[in-house]
């Protein structure tokens, strides 16, 4: 177990839905990122959150946002969605943005389905 | 091309044999290398994490990067079946930016 958890496991939706993805990272981790892991595409980095604040952007969609609260949970928002939306989303935590010796840790994510 | 490269597998191989992963990437500037470990329908687990070039080791595995090469391995000896998971090299620059391998599947049979 990581220490990173994740909610919910799984979701169903339909095409044109906005969805609501939730990560609470480890205990004093202050960084949390979003992944997007495909068959095709692999694990794709979309966004970074330090401390409440955006740090890094990845391939993220416009229909796609994120936010990380004072409490340092992190929220995923899917909106307008679309079948290649279907994915696994994973969120990862890390002690500090810019270090080195800074390692990811993955939760067990989030499969989401888009009939 | 993609910035890094990784075979998709699968692999097969018996129990107790010596498994040897590989990824190769285009960017120079990449220093921090990695390896996770992935289960099915679970996250991804950090196996292994390397600073520049050279070899490290903790128990069965050993991890080796070449940067010269452009070059990144991992090398499982005595592989049990426990081990058979998807094997994701992931990589970046002095940044928290991971840039992961497609992933390989190894498969250990008894």
């Known amino acids: 177990d990581s220490g990173v958890t994740q909610t919910p496991k799984h979701l169903i939706t339909a095409t044109g839905q906005r969805v609501t993805l939730r990560c609470s990272p480890r205990?004093?981790?202050?960084?949390v990122y979003w992944y997007q892991q495909s068959l095709d595409q692999g694990l794709q980095f979309l966004i970074q959150?330090?401390?409440?604040?955006?740090?890094a952007k990845g391939n993220i969609l416009e229909r796609f946002s994120a936010q990380q609260f004072p409490d340092l949970h992190s929220e995923l928002n899917l909106s307008s969605l679309e079948l290649g939306d279907s994915a696994l989303y994973f969120c990862?935590?890390?002690?500090?943005?810019?270090?080195?010796?800074?390692?990811?840790?993955f939760g067990p994510g989030t499969r989401l389905t888009v009939l | 091309q993609k910035e890094v490269e990784q075979d998709p597998g699968p692999l097969s191989v018996p129990e107790g044999a010596i498994v040897s992963l590989n990824c190769t990437y285009s960017?120079?500037?990449?220093?921090?290398f990695m390896w996770y470990r992935q289960y099915s329908r679970k996250g991804p687990e950090l196996l292994m994490y390397?600073?520049?070039?050279g070899n490290k080791e903790d128990g069965r595995f050993t991890a080796q990067v070449d940067k010269s090469s452009k070059y990144i391995s991992l090398f499982i000896r005595d592989s049990q079946p426990s081990d058979s998971a998807t094997y994701l090299c992931?990589?970046?620059?002095?940044?928290?930016?991971?840039?992961f391998g497609t992933g390989t599947r190894l498969q250990v049979f008894p």
């Open positions: 992931a990589m970046r620059e002095n940044t928290d930016k991971l840039i």
């Open positions: 990862a935590s890390s002690v500090d943005a810019g270090t080195g010796a800074d390692t990811q840790y």
């Open positions: 960017n120079s500037a990449f220093q921090y």
């Open positions: 959150y330090y401390n409440g604040e955006e740090r």
């Open positions: 390397t600073y520049s070039s």
């Open positions: 205990s004093g981790d202050l960084s």
